[in-house]
């Protein structure tokens, strides 16, 4: 009554579309039911208690798992270089917007200026 009637393991596919089905927990005992009712044996119980720890216990939390280390890693990696660009402008005293062209002086360097500039 429910339109169930499609989810069979009759082929790949329809094996696939009902473990999937199972996966996100459409009606999970209710189809349970249906399968040991259709094979009068109590081994189908097995067989969907074992697919539903394997799916969704190991494969999904093992996804999930690497979409958060992802965004982590991006997210770390978009943290430091923000921090490398902060350092760099207080080091050349662009953070503070204190920074006087006039002010600085290149420091000489023997044979001529090094070329590196200083706050007086």
Do not use: H, M
Not at 39 to 50: D, E, H, M, N, P
């Amino acid at each position: 009554s429910k339109g169930y009637w499609s989810l069979n393991f009759n082929d790949l596919l329809g094996g696939i579309v009902t473990l999937f089905v199972c996966t996100v927990g459409n009606d999970y005992n209710d189809i349970v039911i249906a399968f040991v009712r259709a094979t009068g044996s109590k081994f189908a119980r097995i067989y969907f208690a074992v697919a539903y720890g394997i799916g969704v216990v190991i494969i999904v939390n093992v996804i999930v798992a690497f979409v958060i280390n992802a965004y982590l890693t991006s997210w770390e990696k978009e943290w430091n270089r923000k921090q490398k660009r902060k350092a760099r402008k207080s080091r050349f005293g662009f953070a503070s917007g204190s920074f006087d062209a006039p002010t600085a002086y290149a420091s000489p360097g023997g044979a001529g200026y090094s070329g590196s500039y200083q706050r007086r």
